[in-house]
């Protein structure tokens, strides 16, 4: 009894410290059970904790902070990429996004489906090859989409801040 009741005090002790550390606070009048959706801290797990490390600090869940900048939403979203550019966008933005003929049916017209038009996102340029651009549309905790992979002259280059992907006839 008095093992178990030392491994739960010392795992409220770490959470709380994980709470603080990552500067999240908990909202008045919380009294306990889950947070709410506004103030959820966004959890990631723990990669490589060996089983010897269990209940340790560093097998606790980390506690990852939304990305508060366009290039942050874009780092985090396509971490194993070469980011070359970011821009903002919505999911409206995304959808709507078309190039090619009249006709062309838009490559993201059901993207992040559930999100509402206004969500904000992120438009992403990464490295594809040595002269090629792939486009990306990036919101928040969701998966990806590539709109459209540019390849030529000029392209797979640093780009920096963008307003979205060009125009292609």
Sequence with gaps: M???RSQAVGLALIAGLGLGVAGCSVPSG?????LPASSAPSRSSASGASPAAAGTASASPSVTPSPTTVQEL???ALPDRTLLGWGAGTVGDFRDYNY???RHKPPLAKAFPGAAADVAGAWCATRAAKQ?????AVVWQRTPRRAITIVGPGEGTHLG?????????
């Excluded at 919380?30 to 889950?34: A, F, L, N, V, Y």
């Excluded at 801040?161 to 006839?169: D, F, M, N, Q, R």
């Design 2 to 4: 008095h093992r178990v």
């Design 161 to 169: 801040e963008i307003s979205g992907p060009p125009a292609v006839p």
């Design 132 to 136: 090629a651009t792939a486009w990306w």
């Design 100 to 102: 090619g003929p009249p």
């Design 74 to 76: 874009c780092a985090a």
């Design 30 to 34: 919380w009294t306990g059970g889950s």
